[in-house]
């Protein structure tokens, strides 16, 4: 804290000196080659007064600087030059003046200050109260999408546990098997996207963006997606045109990985999921579009804050709300938006990504 005054203090004593001297020599060489008016002068020291009035704290450096002003104007532009003489007629109304404009300047820009510090600090609380809105989002959202995995692999392994090798057949055995490897996968992939998250929310990391060709980052993400689900049909739809956009390529196949896999789990639909790339002015536009029940109208204005549930029941199915939470902490970290909409017959989400790099 003193050492925080300390340089407070010689903060405010170098811009009050430093402005006081540069008007000084500027006005010297005003006065005296070039014109000799002195309400040049005045207006000169006037705006040098409200100048410090402004970059120091308090009244103290606004004062000071007036009367070392009007003592200047006084030794160097006062007949006789270059000596004091407080006899002068109009010193007295001069001293007021420049007092009082150097008081009332002061008052407005502290009480300027005062006002921009009280309005900073109410944005940072607001700041930190959506930061712990979203925090308890988060974690009742991470509550519910890992009961439902875990409850899934604790059944099987209570079954398997349960039941000897004469009791369950052999494509039994291998379905819960195949669940538990399910289930963990998915685990898995989930806690790999909310440590990306953290890592981004924090600063911890820093995005590696890079120019990525589009259509490799979305073969990746579909051949990728086609390993966890062999069965799925995506139909893909990619300009002609080279499109080369700054990205962490990683993140934004996570992305992609995510709202594919909630689209052909929650539409309940057997048509194939639609992934289309549009090239636009500045950005490049990702939708992934499914032909199913379509979202809850209610619940479009808060589905990307990570408490969206479809209404089943947490055993049964998983959850999505989490993962389009992770989706748009992701877009916004690449400064791009991120949309979700009903069409005529199923749900839309769409993003875009700006194809100039803009993370000043």
Request: net charge negative; with cysteine.
């Amino acid at each position: 804290m003193k050492k925080f005054f300390q340089n407070q203090v010689s903060h405010d004593l170098f811009i009050t000196v430093g402005l006081l001297l540069l008007t000084t020599l500027l006005t010297l060489f005003l006065f005296f080659f070039v014109s000799d008016n002195p309400t040049n002068i005045a207006l000169f020291y006037i705006i040098s007064i409200i100048t410090v009035a402004r970059c120091t704290d308090g009244y103290f450096y606004g004062i000071s600087a007036s009367l070392f002003s009007i003592i200047f104007i006084n030794y160097f532009f006062a007949y006789p030059y270059f000596c004091i003489d407080f006899s002068l007629s109009d010193y007295p109304f001069t001293f007021v003046c420049m007092l009082s404009l150097s008081s009332i300047t002061s008052a407005i820009t502290t009480n300027l200050k005062q006002q921009k510090e009280i309005l900073v600090l109410h944005e940072k609380q607001l700041i930190e109260a959506e930061k712990e809105k979203m925090r308890a989002n988060l974690l009742r959202a991470i509550s519910h999408d890992l009961r439902t995995p875990l409850t899934s692999i604790l059944g099987s392994i209570s079954s398997l546990e349960a039941n000897n090798e004469e009791s369950l057949r052999f494509d039994e055995s291998r379905t819960l098997i195949h669940n538990i490897h399910d289930d963990a996968g998915w685990l898995l992939n989930m806690v790999e996207n909310l440590l990306s998250v953290t890592k981004i929310q924090t600063g911890a990391s820093q995005l590696n963006t890079l120019p990525e060709l589009v259509d490799e980052v979305v073969a990746e993400s579909v051949t990728r997606l086609k390993k966890r689900i062999p069965d799925v049909e995506i139909e893909v739809k990619i300009p002609s045109e080279i499109l080369m956009i700054p990205m962490d390529a990683m993140l934004i196949e996570q992305v992609l990985i995510n709202l594919l896999e909630n689209a052909i789990t929650h539409s309940l639909s057997p048509k194939p999921v639609q992934l289309i790339v549009e090239n636009q002015p500045e950005t490049v536009c990702f939708c992934v579009i499914d032909y199913g029940i379509g979202l809850p109208e209610e619940h479009l204005e808060h589905i990307f804050d990570g408490t969206y549930s479809d209404g089943a029941s947490s055993d049964v199915r998983k959850g999505m709300g989490i993962g389009l939470s992770i989706c748009k902490t992701i877009i916004t970290a690449h400064h791009g938006t991120m949309d979700a909409r009903n069409h005529a017959e199923g749900a839309e989400f769409s993003f875009t990504l700006p194809k100039e790099e803009s993370y000043a």
